[in-house]
T-cell receptor
Framework: GENVEQHPSTLSVQEGDSAVIKCTYS??????FPWYKQELGKRPQLIIDIRSNVGEKKDQRIAVTLNKTAKHFSLHITETQPEDSAVYFCAASTGANSKLTFGKGITLSVRP | EAQVTQNPRYLITVTGKKLTVTCSQNMNHEYMSWYRQDPGLGLRQIYYSMNVEVTDKGDVPEGYKVSRKEKRNFPLILESPSPNQTSLYFC??????????????FGPGTRLTVT
């Protein structure tokens, strides 16, 4: 089955700096890659997603890039703000039946 | 308001006492899933359902049962709970969008403790 890995498990950046979170996946058939943000005590919420026929997608301060050859995808957050502090999960799916495999999550801390 | 609801939100129970966590969505979504979240392990899918009467195992199905008799409801059943099922449980629903993407709408979570 699919295996999704996120490294590192924690990331700390200064407010205003950029943050990059990387994930790798194992199943070359995966074609859908969402990113979820989970604030403390809250439910996960989708922040951006990408399909394998697209190499990059942007939405204001966040972007996701996909490298199918290397089987990794990354979340880029520019001009980080304290409210960006949260746990971020990447996931991958073959899209055939809505089965999503999540990474273990990375805790992002933005220092004021 | 479009939402996914779960009940109960908190539950403390004892080993072996059967319990059910309910999940309901009002968005007419075809897909529903159950996840458990444990520290350091992220979100792991327990079961998912592609439509009424269609369910399949996720990554950690042992010790759990589900049913999908109605489109809106997807209860999670623990026939004989054990302490290793102490966890935070999330139900989610989704639909396949035109772009081939599907956003998971998560419920508020159920924190289960089995003693």
């Amino acid at each position: 089955g699919e295996n999704v890995e996120q490294h590192p498990s924690t990331l700390s950046v200064q407010e205003g700096d950029s943050a990059v979170i990387k994930c790798t996946y194992s199943d070359s058939a995966s074609n859908y890659f969402p990113w979820y943000k989970q604030e403390l005590g809250k439910r996960p919420q989708l922040i951006i997603d990408i399909r394998s026929n697209v190499g990059e997608k942007k939405d204001q301060r966040i972007a996701v890039t996909l490298n199918k050859t290397a089987k990794h995808f990354s979340l880029h957050i520019t001009e980080t703000q304290p409210e960006d502090s949260a746990v971020y999960f990447c996931a991958a799916s073959t899209g055939a039946n809505s089965k999503l495999t999540f990474g273990k999550g990375i805790t992002l801390s933005v220092r004021p | 308001e479009a939402q996914v609801t779960q009940n109960p939100r908190y539950l403390i129970t004892v080993t072996g006492k059967k319990l059910t966590v309910t999940c309901s969505q009002n968005m007419n979504h075809e897909y529903m899933s159950w996840y458990r979240q444990d520290p350091g392990l992220g979100l792991r899918q327990i079961y998912y359902s592609m439509n009424v009467e269609v369910t399949d195992k996720g990554d950690v199905p042992e010790g759990y049962k589900v049913s999908r008799k109605e489109k809106r409801n997807f209860p999670l059943i623990l026939e004989s709970p054990s302490p290793n099922q102490t966890s935070l449980y999330f139900c989610a629903s989704s639909f396949l969008g035109l772009a081939g993407t599907y956003e998971q709408y998560f419920g508020p979570g159920t924190r289960l403790t089995v003693t």
